[in-house]
């Protein structure tokens, strides 16, 4: 209300501002004219000389010369208008400064909503939502459409499926993710998208389903990240953490350092207690690109001998020694990996959890056998 008051006070102002010169009459104006200043310059002659400042001679010489110059301009200013009644003036002024106010209100109170309450911000968030999301189910009709008059369209199917399954609607996302792979072919990105769609209508359970299209997918490319991820969460959901740590490992063990997957893979494998694994050569290449070759040469190699010196002195860190080899196979020193992967063999030989885990690892890196 308080706003509203403001407004209204705002808006009075204004039209007062406009409407005041109208309730004015015009002396002023007649009395700024040259008329009025030679009016005045013959009374002033008048005044002096009755109070005897000036000579009769020169009074009347002053006389003759205003009234010449009065006479010459009354002929030359062109005829006033008539002056509009004072009283008519203030009438139509007060009719607008009340008028305008009751017009408005008029306009308003059929057309506009004054009794819609207030709408806070978490609403008009969702409502914007909701317009995205609109905006969606348009695209979808349309897309169902075409699709309708060309079901052997796969770009159709393309586009559909990814849509339907961020609008939650995974039921028809699966169907349309297989229609997609009967008229785009075999892929494993397709293998997996299904598989992902198959999980999430399963409120995110991996079943057997699920498990098999993501199998195709690694089958099709065994470095697949997210056939390989939902493998490694179907292993934990199984109650196997040590083979969903030993996926999700070997995955980071491959991931670039930018992967924008990497932090869900890292919350993942310490979820199962295994740790995390940041990408020793990848890292260390990405943060020293802008030094010289020479100086981020020495610096990888440091950083790579103390790994290779501490894992002398702690064989047992699976996940280091796996550091070790990819940054080996990184600057290019394979015989040095070959090396490392022996040693690392020998050092966890013991332990059959451990030989497992750094076995598996290594075929990942290309080094299994």
Known sequence: MTLWFVFAL???????????????????????????????????????????????????????????????????????????????????????????????????????????????????????????????????????????????????????????????????????????????????????????????????????????????????????????YFLGLAAEQDGRKGDAATIWRALLVKAPADAPWRALVQSSLARVGGGTMPALSDETIAASKDMAEGDRNAMVRGMVDRLATRLKQNGDDVDGWLRLVRAYLVMGERDKAMGASADARQAVASDAERLRQLNEGLRTLGLGG
Do not use: C
């Not at 598989?195 to 409120?203: L, Q, V, Y």
């Open 10 to 228: 705002m808006t009075v102002a204004a039209i007062f501002a406009v409407l005041w010169p109208l309730g004015r009459n015009g002396r002023a104006q007649d009395q700024g004219s040259e008329v009025a200043v030679y009016k005045d310059q013959l009374a002033e002659i008048e005044r002096d000389l009755a109070a005897d400042l000036i000579p009769a001679a020169d009074a009347e010489a002053a006389r003759v010369e205003i009234s010449r110059r009065l006479l010459a301009v009354a002929a030359s200013e062109p005829a006033m208008a008539p002056k509009s009644n004072l009283k008519w003036r203030r009438a139509a002024a007060v009719l607008a400064l009340a008028g305008l106010p009751l017009v408005a209100i008029g306009i308003y109170m059929p057309l506009g909503s004054p009794r819609l309450q207030d709408f806070p911000l978490a609403q008009r968030e969702r409502g914007s939502g909701s317009g995205v999301a609109q905006s969606l189910e348009n695209l979808v009709v349309q897309v169902q459409q075409h699709l309708e008059k060309n079901p052997t369209d796969g770009r159709g199917w393309n586009v559909l499926a990814p849509v339907l399954e961020r609008l939650g609607r995974f039921d028809d996302a699966v169907r349309a993710y297989r229609n997609s792979l009967t008229y785009n072919g075999e892929s494993a990105e397709r293998r997996s998208d299904l598989g992902e769609a198959i999980s999430a209508a399963a409120g995110g359970v991996v079943t057997v389903e699920a498990k098999a299209e993501f199998e195709r997918a690694q089958a099709l490319n065994a470095d697949d990240p997210k056939a390989n």
